[in-house]
């Protein structure tokens, strides 16, 4: 891929809890690195516990950019995004350091890996006509459709369906066509991808969850609503809010909060994996039974291979 500016790029991506985060950080240290983030939820401000967003320590005292700042009543979206990454992306590499783009959201590194598609205006008429009707009638029509789409949305996904129905209603044309045609961001970029074996991935989702209920996820969503946090905010739909809220309600035990949140993350887990497949150019490693240190060697290798 050509180059903007002669800037390289790191990108590091792959489903949630496959240790991305750890192996950013050393692979940062190592080549004098600064992390963009691109987990489509630690944008938000005050989603510290429930998106697993690294903490201070964590971070190892390594710069990263876009974790918590978005205020959680705002949207943010793809497009959004891309413009926060070419503005950051140069910026880094002008303080001589290594720009790496690390992070989950399909949507948000699609922007940059395979370019975006910015579509026509929203159609207030479409918009009111579809309101009434259940998000499972809109998704099965967009099945019918735009199954490339509809394959990498979630079918309580209200939003981005409509939108990729809208899409589709206003141009004649599948929205995952329109994509394709959209263009990457011309930058060189070398891109990993962490995975694990199925039953260890599904057992460090277990232990995140846990952990995250132990940390107090339960009076930070608490807090979260107390301070405005509503249904329509693009940040309440993050995985583990609503399953909170129904557990603070009184709708379902701890336990049963527990294991709807560890469902939720493993099905959001084999969404991802199955977008990440689709782009042939990954260097993908195998995250199970390796050290991050040992990751980071083999990523840096790879990196070094390449841009020296």
């Known amino acids: 891929m050509a180059s903007a500016g002669g800037a390289s790029v790191l990108v590091l991506l792959g489903p949630t809890a496959t240790g991305k985060t750890a192996v950013s950080v050393e692979v940062a240290r190592r080549l004098d690195g600064e992390i963009i983030s691109a987990d489509s939820r630690a944008f938000f401000a005050g989603l510290d516990i429930v998106t697993a967003k690294p903490t201070v320590g964590e971070r190892g005292g390594i710069p990263h ?14 497009m959004a995004f891309r413009r926060d990454v070419e503005r950051f992306v140069p910026e880094i590499v002008s303080r001589g350091r290594v720009p790496l783009l690390v992070g989950g959201g399909t949507l948000y590194l699609g922007a940059v890996l395979r370019g ?10 479409f918009r009111d006509a579809t309101a009434d009707l259940p998000s499972k009638v809109l998704f099965d029509r967009l099945r019918d459709v735009d199954p490339d789409a509809a394959s990498g949305i979630h079918p309580n996904d209200r939003l981005r369906i409509v939108r990729a129905l809208e899409v589709y209603e206003a141009t004649g044309k599948p929205i995952s066509r329109w994509q394709t045609e959209a263009s990457p961001l011309p930058y060189d970029l070398a891109v990993f991808g962490l995975k694990r074996e ?31 946090l509503s249904e329509d905010a693009q940040a309440y739909r993050t995985i583990g809010i609503p399953e909170v809220v129904a557990h603070l309600e009184g709708r379902s035990t701890e336990g049963e909060m527990e294991a709807r949140i560890i469902r939720q993350t493993w099905s959001l887990a084999r969404r991802q994996a199955a977008w990440f497949r689709r782009d042939r150019d990954v260097i993908w490693l195998e995250a199970s039974g390796r050290t991050v240190e040992d990751l980071a060697r083999a990523i840096i290798t790879h990196w070094e291979e390449r841009f020296g």
């Open 65 to 78: 950019h876009l974790i918590g700042s978005v205020p959680i009543d705002r949207p943010y979206d793809a």
């Open 198 to 228: 199925r039953a260890d991935h599904r057992a460090a989702i277990a232990a995140r969850v846990r952990a995250m209920v132990e940390r107090g996820l339960v009076d930070e969503v608490d807090r979260l609503r107390k301070a405005g």
């Open 116 to 125: 975006i598609f910015e579509g026509p205006a929203k159609d207030p008429e």
